[in-house]
């Protein structure tokens, strides 16, 4: 089954709501980054949110950036989405490995850390972009998402955030998250069935698993509240890197630093962070940049 992005609305358009199921997406990303099973599940979480988030974006030169900055063993959490649910992103640790926790589940806080700060960046092709940011609470993803858009954003709104790892090789048997947000207008009893909701959520991924498609598994857990779906978007784990900005980045280091690395280094090797992608430049290549650079093209490349 294809990975969906489903936005859509609750009690008769009063809530809004965005599900993904990210199975696809998540295995990407561990393929791409080598992440162990702690870290699939956390990583997996904060690609999965932070598509929910940019497939609200509605230009191609818009984008949102998410970090977690926490004091667990994996460092920074980081990714970017962009229009219709396309995500990159990486752990500064990816290989990070921790026993199961006491609930006999991934260890994402542990890895992640209980204190830190979560940071979002809205960039809407705008004078400046918006940062909100709130402190971790515990570790978990969706929990520090639902604390973060209902103190930076006055958003009251229920997370779910889930991914399930195959205990042997790691690969990813499913994953799913669910955004639900009541509207300003929305009544109190309405909030009430949701909250009397809540704890049947979690059985979403389990059913992704068992081979539910992502709107079945919505009008099961959710029928009663009545969902109605506005826009399917098919969400990817997908780098926009390429040799050409990796030559801008390059060239935007200025001369005396090209000059240095063709002198000592004889050539260059970089890598994407957010896909580990490798670009190897030789001698010949740097000078050719080095060249351009002397030119005027690196005031060039920064305008």
């Known amino acids: 089954m294809n990975d969906k992005l489903i936005r859509g609305l609750l009690m008769e358009g009063s809530v809004n709501m965005t599900m993904i199921s990210g199975r696809e997406l998540v295995e990407a990303a561990r ?78 806080s542990g890895a992640v850390g209980k204190r830190g700060e979560l940071r979002v960046i809205r960039d809407l092709s705008l004078k400046e972009p918006y940062v909100g940011r709130c402190p971790i609470t515990d570790g978990e993803i969706a929990n520090d998402f639902a604390n973060y858009f209902f103190t930076s954003e006055q958003q009251p709104s229920l997370v779910y955030l889930g991914v399930r790892v195959d205990p042997a090789s790691g690969a990813v048997r499913a994953a799913s998250g669910l955004l639900i947000q009541p509207l300003p207008f929305c009544p109190e009893r309405d909030i009430a069935a949701l909250e009397a909701k809540a704890s049947e959520i979690p059985a979403l991924t389990k059913m992704l698993e068992e081979g539910f498609e992502a709107e079945d598994a919505l009008i099961e857990l959710l029928g009663e509240l009545h969902p109605e779906f506005t826009e399917k978007l098919e969400p ?68």
Do not use: W
């Open 31 to 108: 393929q791409a980054h080598g992440l162990s099973h702690v870290m699939t599940a956390a990583l997996g979480r904060l690609l999965m949110q932070t598509a929910m988030m940019s497939a609200q974006l509605k230009s191609k030169t818009d984008n949102i950036t998410v970090i977690f900055d926490g004091d667990g063993p994996a460092g920074r959490l980081v990714a970017v989405g962009r229009e219709g649910g396309v995500v990159k992103g990486y752990a500064d640790d990816p290989s990070v490995e921790l026993p199961l926790n006491g609930k006999g589940k991934l260890d994402v």
């Open 236 to 303: 990817r784990f997908m780098c926009d890197c390429s040799r050409q900005k990796i030559e801008a980045a390059l060239v935007s280091l200025g001369r005396d630093e090209l000059a240095d690395m063709i002198e000592k280094d004889g050539g260059a090797e970089l890598t994407c962070r957010f896909c580990g992608s490798r670009y190897v430049f030789n001698k010949e290549e740097l000078t050719s940049l080095l060249e351009y650079a002397s030119s005027g093209g690196a005031e060039d490349a920064d305008r």
